[in-house]
């Protein structure tokens, strides 16, 4: 019975492979894009290195890039925007720069610098468009934190005693701009990995069920499902040396991290970003290909063999996108 199950469950997962698509879009870019953000189904933000900003407002159809002045240098692993006029982009290291523009990004305006020896910014979540947060690297097994209250024109990092403590080898990483998400209107759910991966709720410290014990493992990718009793929150990643292993690279929760569960079908290889669609349906990218799941990750089926680093879904529409190593892609239904 089991395997007959197994088997129905692995068609299953053919069928979701077949009835859906990744389309290139943009194919030629030298740089690398971490960071995406889907305003809505006509307006795409891109960033990532060489000070590269890329935006969209005919839903994919062209875009407009830019190299920040003075950050030619800087790799932007994380942006979040609000319109086709605003949007905040995250330079994580070296130092670490948070920059702002309210023209469409004519013209970038410096919000945050850290100049502390070790800083490494990882992701911004944004629950609305005041109130904002960004995460970064451990210095002193002190995870870095920073919060905005007025739509990222200014930043302030939260007093030390208030730093989640991490272990020797734990760090966060900024693969997607998506180690964070909102969990509810007051709070946010980290992840991290490494040689010990959690998650991290408030004062909360939860050990995951994923691969870790070497700087390239661990989770890379947080989604949350919001519902009214209960949320539904997914975690991705592996081991991104070895891009092909199904080995614990993915588990999910329904009750807050008291338990977890592993995919029946697991995603096919190493993911650095995750996504929750609509209703069940779920999406999650890496290094070898994108897996799409209509059953809450309980199974996955592989959709397309392009990798990419992050994929995000339209705040107020359905399109969904990708962006990865020089390429920017369109989920096609």
Same mark, same amino acid.
């Given at each position: @019975?089991?395997?007959?199950?197994?088997?129905?469950?692995?068609?299953?997962?053919?069928? +979701?492979?077949?009835?859906?698509?990744?389309?290139?879009?943009? &194919?030629?870019?030298?740089?690398s894009?971490?960071?995406?953000?889907?305003?809505?189904?006509?307006?795409?933000?891109?960033?990532? !290195?060489?000070?590269?900003?890329?935006?969209?407002?005919? *839903?994919?159809?062209?875009?407009?890039? @830019?190299?920040?002045?003075?950050?030619?240098?800087?790799?932007?692993?994380?942006?979040? &925007?609000?319109?086709?006029?605003?949007?905040?982009?995250?330079?994580?290291?070296?130092?670490?720069? #948070?920059?702002?523009? &309210?023209?469409?990004?004519?013209?970038?305006?410096? /919000?945050?610098?850290?100049?502390?020896?070790? %800083?490494?910014?990882?992701?911004?979540?944004?629950?609305?468009? %005041?109130?904002? #947060?960004?995460?970064?690297?451990? +210095?002193?097994?002190?995870?870095?934190?920073?919060?905005?209250?007025?739509?990222?024109?200014?930043?302030?990092?939260?007093?030390?005693?208030y730093?989640?403590?991490?272990?020797?080898?734990?760090?966060?990483?900024?693969?997607?701009?998506?180690?964070?998400? &909102?969990?509810?209107?007051?709070?946010?759910?980290?992840?991290? *990995?490494?040689?010990?991966?959690?998650?991290? #709720?408030?004062?909360?410290?939860?050990?995951?069920?994923?691969?870790? *014990?070497?700087?390239?493992? *661990?989770?890379?990718?947080?989604?949350?499902?919001?519902?009214?009793?209960?949320?539904?929150i997914? +975690?991705?990643?592996? =081991?991104?040396?070895?891009?092909?292993?199904t080995?614990?690279?993915?588990?999910?929760?329904? =009750?807050?991290?008291? !338990?977890?569960?592993?995919?029946?079908?697991?995603?096919?290889?190493?993911?650095?970003? /995750?996504?929750?669609?609509?209703? =069940?349906?779920?999406?999650?990218?890496?290094?070898?290909? /994108?897996?799409?799941?209509?059953?809450?990750?309980?199974?996955?089926?592989?959709?397309?063999?392009?990798?990419?680093?992050v994929?995000?879904?339209?705040?107020?529409?359905?399109?969904?996108?990708?962006?990865?190593?020089?390429? +920017?892609g369109?989920?096609?239904?």
């Amino acid at each position: @019975m089991k395997k007959i199950i197994l088997l129905l469950l692995f068609c299953f997962s053919l069928i +979701i492979s077949k009835a859906q698509t990744v389309q290139v879009i943009v &194919a030629d870019k030298k740089t690398s894009l971490r960071g995406l953000s889907v305003v809505s189904d006509k307006v795409i933000w891109v960033s990532g !290195s060489n000070g590269t900003v890329g935006k969209s407002i005919d *839903g994919g159809d062209t875009f407009t890039w @830019m190299t920040v002045k003075g950050f030619e240098k800087t790799d932007f692993r994380d942006i979040e &925007a609000f319109d086709a006029k605003t949007a905040i982009i995250m330079g994580v290291d070296a130092p670490a720069y #948070i920059l702002r523009t &309210a023209d469409g990004g004519q013209s970038w305006e410096v /919000v945050y610098e850290n100049k502390t020896k070790g %800083m490494f910014l990882d992701a911004m979540e944004f629950w609305n468009e %005041m109130s904002g #947060i960004v995460i970064g690297d451990p +210095i002193d097994n002190k995870i870095f934190i920073a919060r905005t209250f007025d739509a990222g024109k200014t930043w302030r990092a939260l007093p030390d005693q208030y730093f989640p403590t991490a272990d020797k080898g734990e760090a966060c990483f900024a693969s997607s701009g998506t180690n964070i998400a &909102a969990l509810n209107l007051q709070e946010a759910v980290f992840i991290t *990995g490494g040689t010990r991966s959690r998650m991290f #709720i408030r004062d909360k410290k939860i050990e995951l069920p994923i691969l870790q *014990g070497k700087e390239t493992t *661990g989770a890379n990718s947080v989604g949350v499902k919001h519902l009214k009793k209960k949320n539904t929150i997914i +975690i991705v990643g592996g =081991d991104f040396t070895t891009k092909d292993s199904t080995f614990k690279n993915c588990c999910i929760t329904t =009750d807050g991290g008291n !338990s977890f569960t592993a995919p029946v079908i697991a995603p096919h290889g190493y993911r650095s970003c /995750v996504e929750f669609l609509e209703g =069940d349906t779920w999406l999650t990218c890496g290094l070898n290909g /994108v897996d799409y799941s209509k059953d809450d990750g309980k199974t996955w089926g592989l959709i397309s063999k392009e990798g990419f680093n992050v994929c995000r879904k339209s705040k107020k529409g359905k399109a969904v996108f990708f962006a990865g190593n020089g390429k +920017i892609g369109k989920l096609v239904q």
